[in-house]
């Protein structure tokens, strides 16, 4: 039953109740008023029978009696009169004569008169309280009776209109009442069929509009969400096809585990690799049956157990078909809000890097062997180069050139400067050879850093003088006794000065060499060769370190050289755990800037010791 029916059926159920308890009561009332009416005529009309038949009766005249009778009669109302003595004899009567046959009983209550239709009561006609007669009256209760069923009928009809009138207002009163109900309704099978979003028409300030005002905001909030949801779900798939996308195209095997030990997904190249022709296959299978007791059991435990990512660089595995597989794998732990719920493993088959390991192995081993003989061939050859060479500048000393012409001593003096720059170059050569063939090993003895920087400044001044260029040193530093190789860092820096002095025509050159880290055991220092020379273009700049290259073959015509400096210079830096570079413009300068790195020297806190 719906809410306005119920509510129609209520106004309805309420009004017609109001209207039968008022209707009945009036009844009652209009009932009993009738009834006093009635009994107050029927002793009216006896008293006053009794006073007018007192006299006659006294004197016995019944002819006035009778006629007393007649005059009562006349009134409609009255059926009979009796008039009995104190014998209980009849002294006169008149009326209808079935009431008279009756015998006298007087009505106690006005029910029993209703019954039969006559309200049966007695007077006694008295003088100084002796009773003389008795009048028995019969009065009829019919007009009363029709009266009253007048009334009621009259009621009846009223009652029936009124009837019609509660349902139509009922009925009316009910659907205004429901009717933002119906709406509420309508708007909430609206929201049922998915059509959120839906507002309700609000009208009126009342409780039921307060209601639609929320229906209306929470209708809002619904579709809100919805949509949220929605893209929610949108960027979810999306992420979803990704993830699908990145696990099937991955060239890795990837699986993941629950926390029951049971593979919960699998990519196409993890089935590949452990032997399975899908990864449906791998799904729910159990971990412990799959790797049996290999490390990568172990480690996936592991990893579940403590939370902590795994990485093996190689391990072996045991593939369904009993194949081993050399694999590279990682477990790493699936958290959710610091809850581990499973691993994700990712594996590569390194059987090929493996095998590319060792051919580089092999390589290697047979590059440093083949080092190792051209070193080998280096050392014995210069040794070989050495021996005549020294021979011929010994022999060229030995000669006094003031026994012989001056222009034979011209001739000595360039058969000596050709030796001793063939005696350079092949120091040259072999010390390339022996820094790229891995075979050097780097010196470890305390020199004065101090002493070392104005050695190179010196063997250089003469060269540096000839062209009259001005060969400074800026040394800034407390710290100079150090622990390194100071054959090989002075050869740098005599490169370095070399170069410096054959590619400047005018101008100065500075050697600086500061300190730019410290701590108690080691000293970083940055060596600088900066000239006013030639300078070197840009694009060549970055190639300059690369073994044999000049910047062009009209350098090389001007100025001489084999390109061998810059990348023996390169080579022995980074020996000492430095780097170099160059900074350059042409025909403004260049400048050579290295660091290397040493251990401080004993001597030096003996010395700051004695300082103290
Ligand atoms: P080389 O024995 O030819 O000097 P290097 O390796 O020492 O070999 O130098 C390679 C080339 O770099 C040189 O030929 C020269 O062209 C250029 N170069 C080196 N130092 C300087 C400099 N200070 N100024 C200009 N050019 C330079």
């Known amino acids: 039953m719906s809410f306005r029916l119920k509510t129609i059926l209520g106004i309805g159920l309420i009004g017609s109740l109001l209207l039968f308890s008022l209707i009945i009561t009036m009844l009652d009332y209009i009932e009993e008023a009738q009834n006093r009416e009635l009994l107050e005529r029927a002793n009216t009309t006896i008293n006053l029978f009794t006073s007018a038949a007192r006299e006659p009766f006294l004197a016995s005249d019944l002819a006035k009696l009778e006629s007393s009778i007649q005059d009562i009669l006349t009134n409609p109302n009255i059926v009979y009169v009796k008039l009995i003595d104190s ?23 006005l029910q029993q008169a209703m019954s039969d239709g006559i309200l049966d009561i007695s007077y006694n006609m008295e003088i100084d309280d002796f009773i003389l007669g008795i009048v028995q009256i019969g009065i009829s209760t019919k007009s009363v009776k029709d009266d009253f069923q007048l009334i009621k009928n009259y009621a009846l009809s009223v009652v029936g209109i009124e009837l019609l009138l509660i349902i139509l207002l009922s009925f009316i009163l009910g659907t205004w009442l429901t009717r933002q109900l119906i709406t509420l309704k309508l708007a909430a099978e609206n929201i049922e069929k998915g059509r959120l979003g839906y507002q309700v028409n609000i009208q009126g300030n009342d409780e039921i509009a307060l209601t639609a005002k929320t229906f209306n905001s929470m209708s809002t909030q619904l579709l809100e969400t919805e949509n949220l949801q929605h893209k929610t779900m949108q960027q979810l798939k999306l992420a979803e096809e990704q993830s699908r996308l990145l696990l099937t195209s991955a060239g890795q095997g990837i699986f993941g585990t629950d926390n029951f030990q049971k593979i919960s997904f699998a990519n196409p190249e993890a089935a590949k690799l452990l032997g399975f022709d899908s990864s449906n296959e791998m799904i729910n299978l159990d971990i412990n049956s799959l790797f049996n007791d290999s490390s990568l059991l172990q480690n996936i435990k592991k990893s579940l157990g403590s939370g902590q990512r795994i990485h093996i660089n190689d391990d072996t595995l045991q593939t369904t078909d009993k194949l081993s597989l050399n694999i590279e794998y990682t477990c790493s732990p699936i958290k959710i809000e610091k809850r581990i719920i499973g691993t994700v493993v990712t594996f590569n088959d390194i059987s090929q890097r493996k095998q590319a390991e060792a051919t580089i192995e092999k390589a290697h081993l047979s590059a440093l062997d083949n080092a190792q003989t051209k070193a080998d061939f280096m050392a014995n050859i210069s040794h070989e180069l050495y021996t005549p060479l020294h021979g011929v500048i010994g022999l060229l000393q030995l000669i006094d050139k003031n026994k012989i012409t001056d222009d034979y001593a011209e001739y000595i003096t360039h058969a000596q400067n050709s030796a001793e720059h063939l005696s350079k170059l092949i120091d040259n050569i072999l010390d390339f050879s022996k820094i790229t063939s891995a ?18 400044i010196t063997s250089n001044i003469q060269n540096a003088s000839k062209k009259q260029l001005d060969l400074r040193l800026s040394f800034d530093s407390t710290t100079s006794w150090l622990k390194g190789d100071p054959q090989h860092l002075k050869k740098i820096i005599n490169n370095l000065l070399d170069n410096a002095i054959k590619f400047t025509h005018q101008g100065s050159i500075i050697l600086s060499v500061q300190a730019i880290e410290q701590t108690d055991q080691k000293i970083k220092y940055e060596f600088s060769v900066k000239d006013t020379g030639i300078g070197i273009p840009t694009d060549i700049q970055s190639k300059l370190f690369q073994t044999l290259q000049q910047v062009d073959t009209s350098t090389t015509r001007a100025y001489g050289g084999t390109g061998l400096g810059l990348a023996t210079c390169k080579a022995l830096v980074e020996l000492m755990k430095g780097d170099i570079r160059v900074a350059s413009e042409e025909n403004q300068g260049s400048e050579f800037i290295f660091n290397a790195t040493f251990d401080i020297s004993s001597i030096q806190a003996s010395l700051d010791d004695t300082d103290h």
């Not at 014998?87 to 209550?109: H, Y």
């Not at 075979?439 to 190179?456: G, P, R, T, V, Y």
Request: include cysteine.
């Open 439 to 456: 075979s050097m090993q780097l010196a470890n003895i305390d020199f004065e850093l101090q002493d070392l920087l104005s050695e190179c």
């Open 87 to 109: 014998d209980n004899s009849i002294v006169s009567m008149g009326g209808e004569q079935q009431a008279l046959n009756r015998s006298f009983v007087e009505d106690k209550s």
